[in-house]
């Protein structure tokens, strides 16, 4: 009986996020713009910065271990492909009454203090997260020039140590689109912590 309950939970939890995970933006669909906070007090929306080929939106925080794994490869990311016409824009979608340590007070000292090169915004309604079906912290959404979604998922196949990876699933989609070439794993499993949605 224990055996049927264990199994029975997880084709519900399964589906659950099954269903999450397909509620929001796939590969070909348009994203919507957005009106958020920056960390300089700024609003900033994708039509103001749609200057170059596209965007990486991440969705990140401050108190995840994986986004701390990743947040110098993001801001890596950043330098990389800004230049090119692909800037990192950072959202951070959790509430933070939940989790005080993703505050907006607490984004503007952690980007300062790692002297984030990117925009990080605040999603604080959350419904920038729900909409593109951010599930994670890292997410990645990459946009083209006109919000088309052309890569989802995850940065690369290993958060622990960056030296170990085998799989660089952002870069590759990165630039095979620059290259004008298909993206040939347009759609990965994002890893890190799941998103604190508001109660």
Not at 2 to 16: E, G, N, Q, R
Not at 52 to 59: D, S
Request: glycine content about 6%; proline content about 6%.
């Amino acid at each position: 009986m224990k055996k049927v309950i264990v199994f029975l939970t997880f084709l519900l939890v399964t589906s659950i996020q099954n269903f999450a995970q397909t509620s929001g933006y796939k590969p070909g669909d348009t994203a919507v713009d957005f009106n958020l906070k920056a960390t300089d007090g700024k609003m900033y929306s994708l039509a103001s910065l749609a200057k170059g080929k596209g965007f990486i939106i991440i969705f990140t925080c401050n108190h995840c271990p994986f986004s701390q794994a990743y947040e110098q490869r993001i801001i890596a990311l950043h330098k990389k492909y800004a230049p090119k016409g692909m800037p990192v824009v950072a959202i951070n979608p959790n509430d933070p009454v939940r989790e005080p340590e993703d505050s907006y007070e607490n984004m503007k000292k952690r980007a300062k203090k790692y002297k984030y090169p990117f925009l990080y915004l605040i999603d604080e309604s959350q419904a920038i997260a729900k909409a593109y079906g951010a599930m994670r912290t890292p997410h990645v959404f990459v946009l083209d020039a006109k919000r088309n979604v052309i890569y989802i998922g995850a940065i690369d196949d290993n958060f622990e140590d960056p030296k170990l990876v085998k799989e660089k699933y952002l870069e590759n989609a990165l630039d095979a689109f620059l290259a004008g070439k298909p993206i040939l794993n347009s759609v990965t499993k994002a890893i890190g912590c799941g998103i604190k949605w508001k109660k």
